[in-house]
């Protein structure tokens, strides 16, 4: 239960003011004052479908005549703690508690929950807080500015001697008071205004404090439902295998050994995969165990991680598309003190705790699907898209989600379970093993980034940056692919606030037959990670201490420069490393982040390395300025988990390619850190009330440079290929 | 015919006895609060309590359960040491994405039932089989020495 909340003062309508559009506030970057006056758009809004005694005031909020408020959420929940911070919002501005709340999944409705950032409906890139944080605040402001009309005109006093708590309107002059859910029919069936008038923050009694999550309690007692946890009637359970060499196709199946098994029933084999369709997981497991399938020759068996890295390097130094260009930085970076390196980055996978799972129940020329997804617009038309039905004919249930981490901004294995699901009589709940899970993703692209840099009296004048890449921009969102730019590619290389002289920043489309994803931290772990990285080696090799360095580039970006200063008081930068009995080689490295995220952090990693080669991080201090904070502690957590995906990554993580086939496939060979590898970590937020920026994934990009330059300070060795190599550090080398 | 008794009550159950307990008791029984990870007894999601004691799921057949009592995410808050980690995992906000937290939690009120005040290394020792992708392990932590201290 959360604490009675104080009496917030009454938001009056003001029709007088000029409108203002969701999309000019999103162009002109959301700059969002305190008791601004705003446009509402939600004539087409009345959507969602309420439930028995719920009205809806307009497409995120539902009254129930009891009092209970649903939201809708346009965002959805994978873990990073969007459903009570959209919460938050639309309840600060309607007036009541997060108490009286349930959270509802949207469904596939682009008009309605679009993302304001990708038009479509998506939730990532770490993005919620600042495409939502204003039109879900809206959405309570003008909820409960009819509720407030509605009792009104019901008394015949004016609105504005009116106040509200909790759900309850109060007329104080008469003592009447009335539940929002008594007067919400009414309410709902007036224009619906078009100006309104937001808090100002100076009124904020949710937004700011660190509020209890909403969906922890089912989760601590085992209740909540993620789409692997569906149970239908008559549902059967189904394992899928596809061609272990990339691009390879079933040529036969003898399914009479599986067909024998216990619990077995069908056994379904498409062009590129096979299921097996069973009472329960373990017949389809066992099944698929029993199966004898042989697989064509695939154009792409030839496929090598050695091969890869070497295509990608030839492909670096073809021509390129300038994503950025300010002055002459090639002619400029012919002469002088030159600095050059490349940084290479391996194909990742997301292996979200949740495996991949999707039931589908295709009868009468409909289709039902149950998923957790972070894209139910994609997931709607992929499933038409298979039966050749109109994505009206597809309901998509979504669910809370066990681990995103852009895997689920995929919608190929929604596809996947509905072409076995064509074949199957009732509904059908397709689970990846683990071992599928793992080898046959869409994977973080692998990228080459290479630098070069002039120095001229400890300040540089000219930058080159070059990323090689395949594009998933291109294929995941066409529009957002123009000029032959990958803007998620380049992002936190373009625009820099670093002061860098004549910059130029090119992108080189190289797609490898590997298909792409994003993945927790997108663009920016290459860029910002070879950037740091860079920084870190100019500033070694002209001895000048790293944070200095860095400070003496950003004069131009105070927000920049408050986090590294923060950080390196924190973690008292020049003290040495923490010392450890893991490793007697220690150090330590910082590294920042600026990116298209709108947040600041900067972090200071220490490291201890073992005669071995391997690597433990000790500690690991991060200051964030990530603007006006919804719920602090969710910031909190976030900057901790994106950390340890950090770690992992750069400690453990690569798929690679052999003969065609995935190398990795569980988690003895895609290794994830474990609490016996922790660092301590700790968070400092810088307060600010700038913009919302993101938080999902900034911790996680900026916490592998640090550790780079962490491992330099400790053994002399430039990591410069991810994940780090202990045969490069180990001292016996 | 197999009778297993979860949570204190006797199911009666026709299944395979290699079948794993995991899927007898997600598949066959509905109890989906005990999650699937890896199905190799890598990453500790599918934990359960073989009379108080952590076992993984995923890779106990049935047929060897016997009458031991099995208790599951589901039925913990019956036990002293599960209803303190619950109440602590709530009151420091552990969780994020939630799959693998059944198992946590698990693993986290068998160590506590045992050793009502863990130091690191026995929360090391203890929760070292218990992956988590959100990186909760920070506040996993501070959750249990939080339930011992309660």
Known sequence: ??????????????PESPAITRRALLHSGMAIAGGLLVGIDFGRARAGAPGPGNVSMNAFIHVATDGRITMIMPAVEMGQGVYTSQAMCIAEELDVGLDQVLAAHAPPDQANYGSPVFIVQATGGSTTTSAWFLPLRRAGATARAMLLQAAAMEWGVEASSLSTDRGVISHKASGRSVRYGEVASKAARLKIPTQ????????????GTPARRIDTADKTAGKTVYGIDVVLPDMKFATLKGSPVLGGKVSKVDQAAALGLPGVRQVVVLDDLVAVVGDHMWAAVQGMRALVIEWSPSPHAGLDQRKLWQELEAASEGAGVAAQREGDALEALKTGVLFEATYEFPFLAHATMEPMNCTVHVHDGACEVWVGTQVPGFAQSIAAQVLGIEPSKVTVNNHYIGGGFGRRLEADGIGKATRIAQHVQGPVKVVWTREEDISQQRYRPLYHDRLKARVENGKIVAWHHRITGGSIMARWLPPAFKGGIDIDAVDGAVKSPYDLGAVLVEYVRHELPVEVAFWRGVGPNGSVGSTECFLDQIAHETRVDPV???????????????????????????????????????GRGVALLISAFGSYLACVADVAVSDQGDVRVTRVVVAADCGRVVNPDTLIAQIQGGVVFGITAILYNQITFSGGRVEQSNFHNYRMLRIDEMPSIEAHIVSSTQDPGGIGEPGTVVVQPAIANAVFAATGVRITRMPIDRKLIAKTA | MLALLVNGVSHQIDVPADMPLLWVLRDVLQMTGTKFGCGIALCGACTVHLDGVAVRSCQLPIGLVGDRAVT???????TGAGAKIQKAWLDLEVIQCGYCQSGQIMSAAALLAHNPNPDDADIDAAMAGNICRCGTYVRIR?????????
């Open chain 1, 548 to 586: 200095e360095f860095r400070r003496r580039l950003l004069a131009r970006a105070p927000r920049a420069l408050g986090v590294l200063d923060t950080v390196a008081q924190q973690a008292k930068w020049g003290a040495p490393a923490v010392a450890s009995t893991f490793g007697a080689r220690t």
């Open chain 2, 72 to 78: 599951t995410i589901e039925g913990v808050s019956q």
């Open chain 1, 196 to 207: 309104i008038r937001l808090k100002d923050p100076s009124q904020f009694r949710l937004i």
């Open chain 2, 142 to 150: 501070e959750g249990i020495k939080h339930a011992a201290g309660s």
């Open chain 1, 1 to 14: 239960m959360l604490p009675d909340r104080r009496k917030t003062p009454a938001a009056s309508l003001t």
